[in-house]
């Protein structure tokens, strides 16, 4: 305590030290036998780890220093204006008084510091109780906010391994939208891999992940965003999400393809297994054999884990890649499309609806489109599009300057072969063909 006090008188002599220092040297001032500008007058400073010291904008030459005996040379520094630093008898007086008070504030902070955490350490195993509780208590008090802010639901728990429910939500996704559509999830003992298909930007990747968050905030004990939930006990989730690390020093698929080995390695029937997009970091012939392979091998299991996928991946229902199976069921996010001749953005509406069946259509150029791609990249993308769905070969892309250079050598070349070596003039023929060139 008593440590406490002179720290308290220390600052405050600190705090008020500007004030002295121009006090004194007012009085200082008065005595000197030189002269100097008001604006310029000698005044004395504090500096840190050096003391008190004379601060002069005029070095003293030695007829001065004859007449002031006790100043002493300490240094000099540059700036926007040259000063010179002297110790004289009172600032050595104001070291001894005073000495380096700054620092002395530091080494009596420090050692206040060390007696306290010295007397706090003998207290840690309540300590440590103490901010367990609290940041339980923390936890519980943020989930419950949310919770009521957000119209969550209490979850039921059940040692069936299934997951039940009615109008789920993500949690972050619909805070974000005007209009969030919610969707159902039912798995249960047949069906446990769900296959879903559907355009870009239909919703299927914020479903997928909407199941996984209510599986998850149900086991930390949270109220989960849905109209009533019954989850069955996950050991673990797995996901292969096509998530991008910097520092990895793997490609993007090769990261994928860990992310599932270890899913096909430890999954049981109580983990959920999320996959979005696996396979398409890699040629499609590969991503549809190393897709089709994954699900055939859950598939095979007597009771398969829960499993969301969603897939561009269509060529493996046409080439009949996957065998017919009582665990798999397909899904589809549902469109609406006015009719098969639609060619606008406004014709096309998606419903972010989860449906039974798959598409086979992804709508990549509506959703181009969406994104705000130049119309003539879309137009021509449509062109190569139609051009490999006919088998047929892809027309050269025409465009005005395009155009006007072919006509140029197709009349340079017409010229060419009219054109007679022997008697025309060379350097002129090629003036007259290519005239910015000369």
Same mark, same amino acid.
């Given at each position: 305590?008593?440590?406490r006090?002179?720290? /308290?008188?220390?600052?405050?002599?600190?705090?008020?030290?500007?004030?002295?220092l121009?006090?004194?040297?007012a009085?200082?001032?008065?005595?000197?036998?030189?002269?100097?500008?008001?604006?310029?007058?000698?005044?004395? *400073?504090?500096?840190?780890?050096?003391?008190?010291?004379? @601060?002069?904008?005029?070095?003293?030459?030695?007829?001065?220093?004859?007449?002031?005996q006790?100043?002493?040379?300490?240094?000099?520094?540059?700036g926007?204006?040259? $000063?010179?630093?002297?110790?004289?008898?009172?600032?050595?007086?104001?070291?001894?008084?005073?000495?380096?008070?700054?620092?002395?504030?530091?080494? !009596?902070?420090? %050692? #206040?510091?060390?007696?306290l =955490?010295?007397?706090?350490?003998?207290?840690?195993?309540?300590? #440590?109780?103490?901010?367990?509780?609290?940041?339980?208590?923390?936890?519980?008090?943020?989930?419950?906010? *949310?919770a009521?802010?957000?119209?969550? =639901?209490?979850?039921?728990?059940?040692?069936?391994?299934? #997951?039940?429910?009615?109008?789920?939500?993500?949690?972050?996704?619909e805070?974000?939208?005007?209009?969030?559509?919610?969707?159902?999830?039912? #798995?249960?003992?047949?069906g446990?891999?769900?296959?879903?298909?559907?355009?870009?930007?239909?919703g $299927?990747?914020?479903?997928?992940?909407?199941?996984?968050?209510?599986v998850?905030?149900?086991?930390?004990?949270?109220f989960?965003?849905?109209d009533?939930?019954?989850?069955?006990?996950?050991?673990?989730?797995? @996901?292969?999400?096509?998530? $991008?690390?910097m520092?990895?020093?793997?490609?993007?698929?090769?990261? /994928?393809?860990?992310?599932?080995?270890?899913?096909?390695?430890?999954?049981?029937?109580?983990?959920? @297994?999320?996959?979005d997009?696996?396979?398409?970091?890699?040629?499609?012939?590969?991503?549809?054999?190393?897709?089709?392979g994954?699900?055939l091998?859950?598939?095979?299991?007597?009771?398969?884990? $829960?499993?969301?996928?969603?897939?561009?991946?269509?060529?493996?229902?046409?080439?009949?890649?996957? !065998?017919?199976?009582?665990n798999?069921k &397909?899904?589809?996010?549902?469109?609406?499309?006015?009719?098969?001749?639609?060619?606008? =953005?406004?014709?096309?509406?998606?419903l972010y609806?989860?449906?039974?069946?798959?598409?086979?259509?992804?709508?990549?150029?509506?959703?181009?489109?969406? %994104?705000? =791609?130049?119309?003539?990249?879309?137009?021509?993308?449509t062109?190569v599009?139609?051009?490999?769905?006919?088998?047929?070969?892809?027309?050269?892309?025409?465009?005005?300057?395009?155009l006007?250079?072919?006509?140029? @050598?197709?009349?340079?070349?017409?010229?060419?072969?009219?054109?007679?070596?022997?008697?025309?003039?060379?350097?002129?023929?090629?003036?007259?063909? &290519?005239?910015?060139?000369?």
């Amino acid at each position: 305590m008593q440590m406490r006090y002179l720290l /308290d008188e220390l600052r405050t002599v600190y705090e008020e030290l500007p004030d002295l220092l121009d006090q004194v040297s007012a009085s200082e001032n008065a005595s000197l036998p030189l002269m100097h500008d008001n604006n310029r007058a000698p005044h004395i *400073v504090y500096v840190h780890q050096i003391g008190y010291l004379m @601060c002069t904008y005029d070095k003293l030459e030695e007829e001065d220093l004859q007449q002031l005996q006790d100043f002493e040379f300490a240094f000099s520094e540059d700036g926007d204006e040259k $000063k010179y630093f002297y110790h004289t008898f009172k600032t050595r007086e104001l070291d001894n008084l005073l000495g380096d008070i700054y620092h002395k504030i530091l080494d !009596m902070e420090r %050692a #206040i510091i060390r007696d306290l =955490v010295t007397r706090i350490l003998q207290f840690t195993p309540q300590l #440590i109780k103490a901010v367990n509780f609290a940041a339980e208590l923390d936890c519980f008090l943020s989930l419950a906010l *949310v919770a009521r802010q957000n119209n969550y =639901v209490r979850p039921i728990l059940t040692d069936d391994s299934l #997951i039940d429910i009615q109008n789920g939500r993500h949690v972050l996704q619909e805070m974000t939208v005007d209009t969030f559509v919610p969707n159902d999830t039912k #798995i249960l003992n047949d069906g446990r891999i769900n296959i879903i298909t559907g355009p870009n930007y239909s919703g $299927k990747s914020i479903y997928v992940k909407q199941v996984a968050l209510v599986v998850f905030l149900s086991h930390v004990g949270s109220f989960v965003p849905a109209d009533g939930a019954v989850i069955g006990i996950t050991d673990r989730i797995f @996901c292969a999400m096509g998530s $991008k690390s910097m520092t990895a020093e793997q490609s993007s698929f090769m990261i /994928d393809l860990h992310q599932v080995g270890m899913m096909l390695r430890q999954a049981t029937p109580r983990s959920l @297994c999320l996959l979005d997009e696996f396979g398409k970091g890699t040629l499609t012939e590969d991503g549809i054999g190393l897709l089709g392979g994954i699900i055939l091998h859950f598939a095979n299991y007597e009771f398969p884990p $829960k499993v969301l996928l969603c897939t561009h991946l269509t060529e493996m229902f046409n080439d009949n890649v996957l !065998m017919k199976s009582e665990n798999i069921k &397909f899904y589809t996010m549902s469109v609406l499309k006015p009719g098969n001749n639609c060619v606008s =953005v406004d014709d096309i509406v998606f419903l972010y609806r989860l449906i039974p069946g798959h598409a086979l259509l992804s709508y990549g150029l509506h959703c181009a489109r969406l %994104a705000g =791609v130049p119309e003539e990249v879309v137009k021509r993308a449509t062109l190569v599009l139609d051009a490999l769905k006919s088998n047929e070969p892809i027309s050269r892309l025409a465009n005005q300057k395009i155009l006007a250079k072919d006509q140029q @050598c197709k009349d340079a070349v017409a010229k060419m072969l009219t054109f007679d070596a022997y008697k025309g003039d060379l350097e002129q023929f090629f003036q007259e063909i &290519f005239p910015a060139e000369f």
